[in-house]
């Protein structure tokens, strides 16, 4: 008799029913695993034939076969060493088969115990979609897996009380968790510390509010990263549907915390340079997310960003125009979302002195020009606001005055992002720099002078298409942080002044 058991498996962001059939039957000794398995799952019969023998129960001699549908979809990791088990004891007769409702995951020990496994929240939630009503997976998975409601979570710690539990020998009731606990959070860095840099302090407030990309230019020591670093503690708080897409991402590429349950807190992800561009984007032989899929609904800070490879850096083009990155392979091709907030600092020079209004830069013109045609204009393109970080004075590095804290600054940026909300209601838009083009004149209303400052400034600036959405959306920002639905004279000035350092530095 063929025994069927229900477990599920990862594909992209996305989790799919996998059904464990196991057939034992007369003939020589054996135990084969097929429907695509990888190597982890291939293993799983040494693991599964131990901890069954160390469970108390005598492994069959007989001839073993587990499929996993469907079988033509390849089955990566450990998480089906728990379905094989339940599956095998239930052909043995040692568990009735009443498990059509349920659900099992979970990687095994060879003593019988039930470790931790990458991807617990979207396979709870796709398990609830689809009609199950209980899923019982490994005790340090409890707090993730119960963040879905619908679905009863049976945490296990071991073999033998997952057998108790199926027999009804001891009763146990579903694990419960705060799923919605959005509790100020702490941060350990605060804009009260910062001494001076009024204007970058401004341009991130911008960025903040709109969610548009940036770009700190800036000799060693002005502050960039330091101002960088203070971003996450002004962001909007997040919405439960971000933060379960977030956790989701996390949860798959295994860096939520043990006992976490769902990422309440935007991330913040700074890459070293010498990343690679699958490091970035994601990819590998189980197609994992990237850097900037990690940092979805957050900050992607790329400090010394000429330093990053040319092909590090232009895998950035497509996702930050298209919110999403594509991973393509000869296995099959996988979408994982990088909605994020860019930051890139870099210094204008190797030296990092050029322009400076203290210290001469040693650099050659032709070194500068060199450094700085690192960094493409495509990208600078998609960069919205540029600005420069200089050196803070004496008298504001020594004064004992305390600039506005992050608090207060994320109470306005909160104000604004639902402001942007209620206007974009009815649209996949969720901010002003997700404005599609199709919707720049609805949303971007100019009046009689903004126009014609825009005009002058397009001709004169020879700037691109893209950067005059770029101008439009930011603007569209700085008027809505003035509480004005048209945008202005004064809006459209300060949105072109943050465009204006790639003509500059890049000429």
Known sequence: MVVKINSMGIYGIEAYA???????????????????????????RDRVRSAIKNSGFTFPSQRITVNLAPANIKKAGALYDLPILVSILTSMGALTNTFDDAVFIGELSLSGELRPINGVLPMAIEAK????????IPFDNAAEGAVVDGIDVFPIKKVSELISVLRNQTSTEPYKTITRDTAQATFSYDFSDVKGQVLAKRALEIAAAGGHNILMIGSPGAGK???????????????????????????IAGTMLNGQSLITERPFRSPHHTVSPAGLSGGGTILRPGEISLAHNGVLFLDELPEFSRTAMEVLRQPLEDGKVTISRVSGSISYPSSVMLIAAMNPCPCGYFGHPTKPCICSRKAVNQYLSRVSGPLLDRLDIHIEVQPVKFDELSSNEKSESSATIRTRVNHQRKLQLERFKGTSITCNAR???????????????????????????????????RILKIARTIADMDNSEVIKRDHIFEAIQFRNLDKKYWN
């Open 18 to 44: 996998v059904c464990v059939e196991t057939d034992i039957s007369r003939g020589l000794p054996g135990f084969e695993i097929v429907g695509l398995p990888g190597i982890a799952v291939k293993e799983s």
């Open 435 to 469: 404005i599609t083009t199709d919707k720049l004149h609805e949303f971007c209303p100019l009046d009689d002078t903004a126009t014609t400052i825009m005009k002058r400034s397009f001709d004169a600036m020879g700037l691109s298409a893209r950067a005059y959405d």
């Open 129 to 136: 979609n689809l009609g199950f009503k209980r899923i019982f």
């Open 225 to 251: 990263s330091m101002l960088a670093k203070r971003v996450p503690s002004i962001l909007p708080d997040m919405t439960f549907d971000e933060m379960i897409e977030t956790s989701k991402i996390h949860s």
